[in-house]
């Protein structure tokens, strides 16, 4: 097995004869400069999970009985606390689940991040910038990013979607958005 490289920051040692000139940048407020970036350590490894279905889905229709953002509906989303800045499940991703009482809609809504659903309980369809797409237990769908979408079911029974997003990358730019639309 090979052994991980191992990184460390060189940043003291590597500026010791540029310093004055680095401090004559930050002399600006609120700016860094940060030089030799291939030295920087590696983020923490992200430890592998496995979520409960069931135990989440229990969670999802107490939070959607109570009604508090909006009655019938219901979102959690997971996140590792060891991918330190982002609020993802991993670095670059967030992972969640969506549960919709039958007859409900979500309020419409858009974000800069894309997501990819799978359709693990019902039917119905959403609403993507003013289309509709049906779909069904097993499907998989794509909200592209900045798509104003809502989702309806239109079953007889709840609706859990479960969907992937790219929000820990936006996160960890700087850049992440949420809109909703009234």
Known sequence: MEKVLEREDKQEELTKNIKELVKEIEKEDDLKVVTFMEFTPPPKQVKPKVIKFNTALQLLRLIAKEGKIQKGVAKIMFYSPSTDRSRGLTPSMMAGLQYVEPGV??????????????????????????????????????????????????????????????????????????????
């Not at 359709?119 to 910038?129: A, L, N, Q």
């Not at 992937?164 to 949420?178: A, H, K, P, R, Y």
């Open 105 to 182: 809609a979500t309020e419409p809504h858009s974000h800069n991040m894309a997501s990819i659903y799978l359709v693990v309980k019902g039917k119905g369809y959403s609403i993507i910038d003013k289309e509709k797409y049906y779909w069904e237990e097993g499907d998989i769908f794509v909200v592209p990013a900045n798509a104003v979408h809502s989702h309806v079911n239109t079953g007889n029974e709840e609706v859990v979607l479960f969907d992937v997003t790219d929000s820990g990358l936006l996160e960890n730019l700087g850049i992440l958005e949420f809109k909703e639309e009234k």
